[in-house]
């Protein structure tokens, strides 16, 4: 896809945004079929498992983190994440 995935998710601000980020999501796994974690388990499992290591990160940063954008960063990772 032409625009990375993580900075399309760095644009998400609210429950709109978060759901036209899905949109994309689901356009660039339907283009770009070569994603690293290709089926819906191994997608869901990285996507967890990138949340999980990056939660303790910067806790500064992240009390002023949007929830939705955070979302979106976390289902992104989902795609190459290992």
């Given at each position: 896809?032409?625009?990375?995935?993580f900075n399309v998710a760095s644009r998400v601000?609210?429950?709109?945004?978060?759901?036209?980020?899905?949109?994309?999501?689901?356009?660039?796994?339907?283009?770009?079929?070569?994603?690293?974690?290709?089926?819906?388990?191994?997608?869901?499992?990285?996507?967890?498992?990138w949340g999980e290591v990056t939660a303790g990160?910067?806790?500064?940063?992240?009390?002023?983190?949007?929830?939705?954008?955070?979302?979106?960063?976390?289902?992104?990772a989902g795609k190459f994440y290992e």
């Amino acid at each position: 896809m032409k625009d990375d995935m993580f900075n399309v998710a760095s644009r998400v601000q609210d429950e709109r945004s978060f759901l036209e980020f899905l949109h994309v999501l689901a356009a660039d796994r339907h283009d770009e079929t070569a994603w690293e974690n290709s089926t819906i388990e191994a997608f869901l499992d990285a996507a967890a498992a990138w949340g999980e290591v990056t939660a303790g990160k910067d806790a500064a940063a992240k009390s002023n983190e949007n929830p939705w954008q955070r979302c979106a960063q976390i289902l992104s990772a989902g795609k190459f994440y290992e």
